[in-house]
T-cell receptor
């Protein structure tokens, strides 16, 4: 594809349920990032992958949040036992190298009711 | 710790007027700074980076280390400049290209 693809585009879930958010980076991009954008807030860094490993997961807000990346490509962000404060737009970005700009997806809008 | 501050949530200007979107940062090392833009119904994209020292769509930004600022400027605003603008700082902790973003400024250019 031409850009970073995220699915689903919208997700509504009940409090306490688990959700999985998917990111397909641009082919060949080795670096992958997850950010969260809450209402009135900036983009909050969650986790960064280089290949399949995550050298920086300092932004994950709690142990309910986890992410993995397989085959150096697709990444999944999982939120367990969702809470209302998890409601936000989750953005994925990829980059071909350390000094290259980030290419963002359209995001997944998560609403926890 | 690194922090990016954008004091204005909303900035309204008339078409043809000068624009300045403010950005201040806090970082102990040598910073690398960026401006990202999100137009309506489009994805977030890079506008410019300070190391490139280039003008994109008429916008420029100069890194002022003394004032720890990286304000975005354009002499004559156009209607198509209406968008959300984010200032971002590149950190080196953990390697890679981790960006710390500000809260963003919504620019509205009125006719």
């Amino acid at each position: 594809g031409a850009g970073v693809s995220q699915s689903p585009s919208n997700k509504v879930t009940e409090k306490g349920k688990d959700v999985e958010l998917r990111c397909d980076p641009i082919s060949g991009h080795t670096a992958l990032y997850w950010y969260r954008q809450s209402l009135g807030q900036g983009l909050e860094f969650l986790i960064y992958f280089q290949g399949n490993s995550a050298p920086d997961k300092s932004g994950l807000p709690s142990d309910r949040f986890s992410a993995e990346r397989t085959g150096g490509s697709v990444s999944t962000l999982t939120i367990q036992r969702t809470q209302q404060e998890d409601s936000a737009v989750y953005l994925c970005a990829s980059s071909p190298g350390q000094d290259s700009p980030l290419h963002f997806g359209n995001g997944t809008r998560l609403t926890v009711t | 710790a690194q922090r990016v501050t954008q004091p204005e949530k909303l900035l309204s200007v008339f078409k043809g007027a000068p624009v300045e979107l403010k950005c201040n940062y806090s970082y102990s090392g040598s910073p690398e700074l960026f401006w990202y833009v999100q137009y309506s119904r489009q994805r977030l994209q890079l506008l410019l980076r300070h190391i490139s020292r280039e003008s994109i769509k008429g916008f420029t930004a100069d890194l002022n280390k003394g004032e720890t600022s990286f304000h975005l400027k354009k002499p004559f605003a156009q209607e198509e400049d209406s968008a959300m603008y984010y200032c971002a700082l590149k950190g080196v902790t953990g390697g890679g290209n981790k960006l710390t973003f500000g809260t963003g400024t919504q620019l509205k250019v009125e006719l």
